[in-house]
C-alpha cells in the first residue's frame, strides 16, 4: 500500500497564488506517475497535472501556462505551484499516485482549494 500526504489548500483571492504538496510513503516504487486531480460540485474529476519519475509532464489545457508540477523523486514527493488562479480553479485537488500501466492507483483525501472572485 502507499499512502498519500496532501497539504497546502486554502483561501485564495482571484489572481493569486498557492502551492499544493504531496508526500507518498509505504510500498513506493522506482518507476511511478505522480500527479494532481480535481473535483469541483457537481462535477466529475479531472486531470490537472502528472510528472512521471522520468520528468515528463502533463497538463490540462485549462491550466497551462499558470500551474506548473514538479517531484521530488528521492523524497517520492510532488508539488503543483498554482499561479493566476481563477473562480474556475475552485475545487478539492487530489494527489494521485500511479505505476505506468495504471494496475497500482492511489488517492490522497483531497485537500480544497477555494478561488474567490
Known amino acids: 500500500q502507499v499512502q498519500l500526504m496532501e497539504s497546502g489548500g486554502g483561501l485564495v483571492q482571484a489572481g493569486g497564488s498557492l502551492r499544493l504538496s504531496c508526500a507518498a510513503s509505504g510500498s513506493t516504487f522506482s518507476i511511478s506517475i505522480m500527479g494532481w486531480y480535481r473535483q469541483a460540485p457537481g462535477k466529475e474529476r479531472e486531470l490537472v497535472a502528472t510528472?512521471?519519475?522520468?520528468?515528463?509532464?502533463n497538463y490540462a489545457d485549462s491550466v497551462k501556462g499558470r500551474f506548473t508540477v514538479s517531484r521530488d523523486n528521492a523524497k517520492n514527493t510532488v508539488d503543483l505551484q498554482m499561479n493566476s488562479l481563477k473562480f474556475e480553479d475552485t475545487a478539492v485537488y487530489y494527489c494521485?499516485?500511479?505505476?505506468?500501466?495504471?494496475?497500482?492507483?492511489?488517492w490522497g483525501q483531497g485537500t480544497q482549494v477555494t478561488v474567490s472572485s
Open positions: 494521485n499516485y500511479k505505476d505506468p500501466f495504471g494496475t497500482r492507483n492511489y
Open positions: 510528472i512521471s519519475s522520468g520528468g515528463r509532464t
